[in-house]
């Protein structure tokens, strides 16, 4: 390509990423039926002249990192015009409650768990996001949603303002709403002090770490967000870079480059993962499907890889609706099982089925339609075995497989 030519294409990517695309408006989903955790499709479009990788990432409301991951060895400025570009907009829902607000840091992702209508099926909606940078990283932990604030005003916190005084570009120490303001449009102040969930005059950012520790949306997509969220929304900041679940029998494995600051060591949750397949896969081929899984971790792609088909029985397959009560977590299968068989005595399903989050053999039991029911029935599990348990609400359960041999 001559310089003329090479020039003329970075400066139309560069006027169509100034505006010229059509952005998405975030991805809605309908919740996937009960013990099943993927939504969503990978598909291939074709890169048009001038457009760049990230024109196609905010197009179909992905991040940089997601784009740039599934797409190795392609130029992000400088894709072929023509050829073909896959766009990862498939996920395996992150492990935890499927309500309010959930970021995971690792996939730079946010999820949002609208409160159901009555009649209507409950729904899912995500959205990419920018993090903190390093040095200056977006911490892990539970918030509410304090402020719903449009047209926000940035008071520049005291340490910002040192350190642009420090590089020689000095900030002014309140920002007015403008186009000017890195807060963008609109604005979620957590009670997390200090941190916020906003748009940006820089949309670029979205799918890196470029905060200061904030979490940043694209403007068309934290719009969409304002207007679905309250105050008083809960918001859990969670960090996994591997994600289990289930589509019907077929087990899944979701992977991303872990987020961390130099000098601190990588979060990982892939010891657990690798656990809870082997808990859910029979002992002749569990070595095999532990190799697999580490050889797709190491993707760190971002999509949904299949590991192996396992046993899920209908009994497993209960309503997100009710109350469970958990009675113990074995790393041993077996013990697991004589737990479930000295509660036979309780009148309600007792199963034996893997946590996602440490691959733990959990004995769980229900569900109960009420929660005074499954309270009832701890308290009986106390006064009669000496045992301790807790009682959760059955949408939390996770997904349903259940330990084997």
């Given at each position: 390509m001559s310089p003329a030519a090479y020039i003329g294409r970075i400066l139309s990517a560069g006027l169509l990423f100034a505006g010229m695309t059509l952005p998405a408006q975030g991805a809605e989903f309908p919740m996937p039926a009960p013990g099943n955790d993927l939504v969503g499709r990978i598909y291939t479009v074709t890169v048009r002249e001038?457009?760049?990788?990230?024109?196609?990432?905010?197009?179909?409301?992905?991040?940089?990192?997601?784009?740039?991951?599934?797409?190795?060895?392609v130029d992000p400025w400088l894709p072929e015009p023509g050829s073909q570009v896959t766009v990862p907009a498939r996920y395996?829902?992150?492990?935890?409650?499927?309500?309010?607000?959930?970021v995971n840091l690792a996939e730079m992702r946010l999820y949002y768990y609208?409160?159901?209508?009555?009649?209507?099926?409950?729904?899912?909606?995500?959205?990419?996001?920018?993090?903190?940078q390093e040095g200056?990283?977006?911490?892990?932990?539970?918030?509410?949603?304090?402020?719903?604030?449009?047209?926000?005003?940035?008071?520049?916190?005291?340490?910002?303002?040192?350190?642009s005084i420090a590089e020689g570009n000095p900030l002014p120490r309140v920002v007015p709403p403008g186009p000017d303001n890195p807060l963008g449009?609109?604005?979620l102040r957590l009670d997390m002090v200090g941190y916020l969930i906003h748009?940006?005059?820089?949309p670029y950012g979205v799918g890196r770490r470029i905060s200061h520790g904030c979490i940043r949306m694209y403007p068309e997509d934290i719009e969409v967000l304002f207007g679905q969220v309250a105050e008083g929304t809960t918001v859990e900041i969670i960090n996994q870079p591997y994600k289990l679940g289930l589509e019907g029998n077929a087990l899944f494995l979701e992977a991303h480059e872990p987020v961390f600051d130099r000098g601190e060591p990588a979060p990982s949750n892939l010891p657990q993962i690798v656990r809870a397949v082997s808990a859910v896969t029979r002992a002749a081929e569990r070595e095999a499907v532990k190799e697999k899984v580490v050889r797709e971790a190491s993707r760190h792609d971002g999509m949904p890889r299949h590991i192996s088909d396992v046993k899920v029985e209908a009994a497993d397959r209960h309503s997100d609706s009710g109350w469970m009560?958990?009675?113990?977590?074995?790393?041993?299968?077996?013990?697991?099982?004589?737990?479930?068989?000295?509660?036979?005595?309780?009148?309600?399903?007792i199963s034996v089925r893997v946590g996602v989050e440490d691959g733990y053999c959990r004995v769980l039991i229900g569900p109960f339609p009420a929660e005074w029911q499954a309270r009832d029935a701890l308290w009986r599990i106390i006064?009669?075995?000496g045992m301790k348990g807790y009682v959760f609400p059955a949408r939390h359960a996770g997904p349903l497989v259940r330990c084997v041999s």
């Amino acid at each position: 390509m001559s310089p003329a030519a090479y020039i003329g294409r970075i400066l139309s990517a560069g006027l169509l990423f100034a505006g010229m695309t059509l952005p998405a408006q975030g991805a809605e989903f309908p919740m996937p039926a009960p013990g099943n955790d993927l939504v969503g499709r990978i598909y291939t479009v074709t890169v048009r002249e001038g457009e760049t990788l990230l024109d196609i990432a905010r197009e179909h409301d992905l991040g940089y990192n997601e784009i740039v991951a599934a797409n190795p060895g392609v130029d992000p400025w400088l894709p072929e015009p023509g050829s073909q570009v896959t766009v990862p907009a498939r996920y395996v829902l992150p492990n935890g409650p499927r309500s309010g607000i959930v970021v995971n840091l690792a996939e730079m992702r946010l999820y949002y768990y609208p409160p159901a209508r009555p009649g209507e099926q409950a729904r899912v909606m995500t959205f990419p996001v920018g993090i903190g940078q390093e040095g200056w990283a977006t911490p892990v932990g539970k918030a509410r949603i304090l402020v719903k604030d449009k047209d926000p005003v940035w008071t520049v916190p005291q340490s910002i303002l040192e350190e642009s005084i420090a590089e020689g570009n000095p900030l002014p120490r309140v920002v007015p709403p403008g186009p000017d303001n890195p807060l963008g449009k609109y604005a979620l102040r957590l009670d997390m002090v200090g941190y916020l969930i906003h748009g940006t005059n820089k949309p670029y950012g979205v799918g890196r770490r470029i905060s200061h520790g904030c979490i940043r949306m694209y403007p068309e997509d934290i719009e969409v967000l304002f207007g679905q969220v309250a105050e008083g929304t809960t918001v859990e900041i969670i960090n996994q870079p591997y994600k289990l679940g289930l589509e019907g029998n077929a087990l899944f494995l979701e992977a991303h480059e872990p987020v961390f600051d130099r000098g601190e060591p990588a979060p990982s949750n892939l010891p657990q993962i690798v656990r809870a397949v082997s808990a859910v896969t029979r002992a002749a081929e569990r070595e095999a499907v532990k190799e697999k899984v580490v050889r797709e971790a190491s993707r760190h792609d971002g999509m949904p890889r299949h590991i192996s088909d396992v046993k899920v029985e209908a009994a497993d397959r209960h309503s997100d609706s009710g109350w469970m009560l958990q009675v113990g977590a074995f790393t041993d299968v077996s013990n697991a099982r004589q737990v479930a068989y000295d509660l036979d005595w309780v009148d309600v399903p007792i199963s034996v089925r893997v946590g996602v989050e440490d691959g733990y053999c959990r004995v769980l039991i229900g569900p109960f339609p009420a929660e005074w029911q499954a309270r009832d029935a701890l308290w009986r599990i106390i006064k009669e075995e000496g045992m301790k348990g807790y009682v959760f609400p059955a949408r939390h359960a996770g997904p349903l497989v259940r330990c084997v041999s």
